[in-house]
């Protein structure tokens, strides 16, 4: 007769489970930010650190709602100052531009060559677009609160745009392209009537 062998004991603790104590606490401390105790809203057993990265969470996603809301929920007199700053922005936007063209210009010399001349038409073409698409620069700010406040940013845009313009007809008169001496209106000059003449004499 066969007899079968008991299973080790490693086998025996594995397969059974652990006794509960009731009554029975740890004598080990909890960690350093670990928390048991109970409270309404946060998580129990779980590191207070999480606690705070939730109110975190929960903050930053009320702010995110808070953005998120349509325009219409929003104060009229916030939008309309938003819309204002935004258009002072475009108002001021080709002065930026007015440095740059004016050290290119200066580089670029006063001879008659493809660069200068290119360039030129490129600070002429600009402003002459410029000015033709002001109202459409500025039709996407305007409300009926703010209109009157916008003819101050489209008078500041058409003054940069002309600034532009300025610049580049003082670069035409550098290159000699206008007009202004009186050597270049010779052909509508007459030739002038002496009032008497003088021979020379022999004798």
Request: with cysteine.
């Amino acid at each position: 007769m066969s007899s079968t062998a008991p299973p080790p004991t490693w086998v025996v603790d594995m397969n059974t489970p652990l006794a509960k104590r009731p009554g029975k606490t740890s004598s080990f401390r909890n960690p350093p930010g670990f928390s048991t105790t109970k409270s309404s809203g946060k998580l129990v057993g779980i590191p207070t650190s999480i606690n705070w990265y939730k109110d975190e969470i929960e903050d930053l996603v009320e702010q995110q709602q808070e953005h998120a809301r349509p325009t219409a929920d929003r104060k009229p007199i916030e939008t309309d100052t938003l819309k204002l700053k935004k258009a002072w922005e475009v108002a001021l936007g080709p002065s930026k531009s007015i440095p740059m063209n004016a050290i290119m210009m200066y580089m670029s010399g006063n001879s008659l060559q493809i660069f200068s001349i290119m360039m030129v038409f490129m600070l002429f073409k600009g402003p002459i677009q410029g000015l033709l698409a002001t109202n459409a620069q500025f039709v996407k700010f305007e409300t009926e609160s703010n209109k009157a406040k916008l003819w101050g940013c489209k008078a500041v845009y058409v003054l940069m745009q002309f600034v532009l313009l300025g610049l580049g007809v003082w670069k035409v008169n550098a290159m000699g392209l206008l007009p202004t001496t009186r050597s270049d209106w010779l052909a509508w000059e007459s030739e002038r009537i002496p009032l008497e003449r003088a021979y020379f004499a022999f004798g």
